[in-house]
């Protein structure tokens, strides 16, 4: 693969439409579609569970059980935590040769509700902690295993699991197609918003499956600063603090005892203040109407966990106009070994513009810094909102026919993620009308979803031979 600085994403604009699409179906002669089907672990495949071991040696050494603990819960579990696996599998799989800007972690539960800056809820991708540029069969791949493994958890047949997967992929090969014959600008502004979604939840699913999304809706705008600072927050000798709640939630003087509080938070409003410099000029004048009141570190996801996180809790006009920050350590995408290194020096600017780049609408305070850790490390770190409207999907709570119109959604939506930065007529043309590509994925993702049980286990054996240490549950 081609390092990020050396590759274009977009086609040469002297490049004809035409041209672009004889070079996507020339791409077939070199990865036919039907090779992407199936699955099987190359010699020398490396020991996922090492891969995760090294993934641990920077993390913060007392949160990793935790990571562990959570990973053993579930197969699903174990994969939302396993991207890197899932990275080095990948990169031994056929590809068109076609690159874009990848979330690198397209699992079903990294799409869901957000706010757009002009208050409007949006369906997007959320989570980009490992994007980088690279094959966009990956992110399908990513999408298409989660899907099986979820629908396995739910007890889902193996007719229904094949229909809800070759529906996702179905609705990225169509949606990229209809991409390909749009303007450039009526792509870059295309979205799906909580209309759209309620115009599938009437085509695809019964009276119980839109109330459910009605629901959902209004919970996901009642997810904001004030309702975490509700339950985070508290006043304690008259001062405003943020609530410990060790391990999840400890506040950075609790962690840092011998350390005046004031020398603390001075280093925090620093690295608020400098990380502004990140942003355009308007939302910096925003974050400079806010006052720094305190920060913690707060543990968070799955394959997140034992990676430096903190909330910072800034006030605006007065103690009812909360602004809850997430500070979080960028290390270098899981894909960077095998897709190429990022041109960015810092990883915290290249989550960002990543992120900036795949969704739609992006948080208005998304932003990144370098800053000295309270180890005397510099670490590179991104900065957005703790909530703004989120809401997330619950696949336990789903029957088949409401994972397939999920999965159908989440396919339209990476299809525009891609479409904004990679060749959209090559890849539209490499896909073509038939659904060869479609079954091939399918019989992917069940094979994938094999070989993530068995990595599972592994880690649960690990947990219960004392090889792996973990806090929480270990199941089968």
Request: glycine residues 8%.
């Amino acid at each position: 693969m081609k390092p990020e600085a050396a590759s274009s994403l977009r086609a040469s604009p002297r490049a004809t439409p035409a041209e672009r699409a004889a070079l996507g179906r020339a791409a077939r002669r070199t990865a036919p579609r039907s090779s992407h089907a199936g699955f099987t672990p190359p010699p020398g495949r490396p020991d996922p569970l090492a891969l995760l071991e090294a993934q641990s040696a920077d993390r913060v050494p007392e949160l990793v059980p935790i990571r562990y603990g959570r990973m053993t819960e579930s197969p699903f579990r174990f994969y939302r935590g396993a991207a890197a696996v899932m990275a080095a599998d990948l990169a031994g799989t056929p590809d068109s040769g076609i690159r874009a800007q990848l979330c690198g972690d397209a699992h079903l539960m990294n799409f869901r509700l957000l706010a757009s800056p002009e208050r409007n809820l949006v369906f997007d991708i959320n989570d980009f902690d490992e994007t980088l540029p690279g094959p966009w069969e990956w992110d399908v791949k990513r999408l298409a295993a989660s899907l099986v493994i979820a629908a396995r958890a739910n007890g889902f047949t193996d007719p229904e699991r094949d229909d809800i997967v070759r529906a996702s992929v179905r609705s990225y090969r169509e949606s990229m197609a209809r991409f390909a014959g749009m303007r450039n600008l009526d792509v870059w502004y295309a979205k799906t918003d909580a209309e759209r979604l309620r115009t599938v939840a009437a085509e695809r699913l019964p009276g119980r499956g839109r109330r459910n999304l009605d629901r959902a809706l209004r919970k996901a705008r009642s997810r904001d600063s004030l309702q975490a600072f509700g339950k985070l927050a508290e006043v304690v000798d008259g001062r405003l603090r943020i609530a410990p709640d060790p391990p999840m939630v400890v506040p950075l003087t609790d962690l840092m005892p011998g350390v005046e509080r004031d020398t603390v938070h001075r280093r925090f409003r620093g690295m608020v203040t400098s990380y502004s410099g990140s942003l355009a000029s308007d939302r910096r004048s925003l974050l400079e109407d806010f006052t720094f009141v305190d920060v913690a570190r707060k543990v968070v996801g799955v394959g997140s966990v034992g990676t430096r996180c903190w909330i910072i809790l800034l006030l605006g006009r007065d103690g009812g106009d909360p602004l809850l920050l997430q500070a979080k350590e960028a290390g270098p995408s899981v894909l960077a070994e095998h897709a190429g290194a990022s041109r960015y020096v810092n990883q915290g600017e290249r989550v960002v513009a990543g992120q900036r780049l795949m969704q739609a609408s992006s948080d208005i305070f998304l932003g990144w810094e370098q800053v000295d850790g309270i180890d005397g490390r510099r670490r590179d770190f991104y900065v957005r909102q703790l909530r703004d409207w989120k809401g997330i999907v619950e696949p336990e709570s789903m029957v088949p026919k409401g994972m397939r119109a999920f999965g159908e959604v989440c396919g339209a939506t990476l299809a525009r993620a891609h479409a904004r930065s990679g060749d959209r007529i090559a890849i539209a043309a490499y896909l073509g009308r038939k659904d060869t590509f479609d079954r091939a994925i399918a019989a992917f993702a069940e094979a994938y979803a094999d070989r993530n049980e068995l990595d599972h286990r592994a880690l649960v054996d690990a947990v219960r031979s004392g090889r792996l240490p973990a806090e929480g549950a270990v199941t089968g």
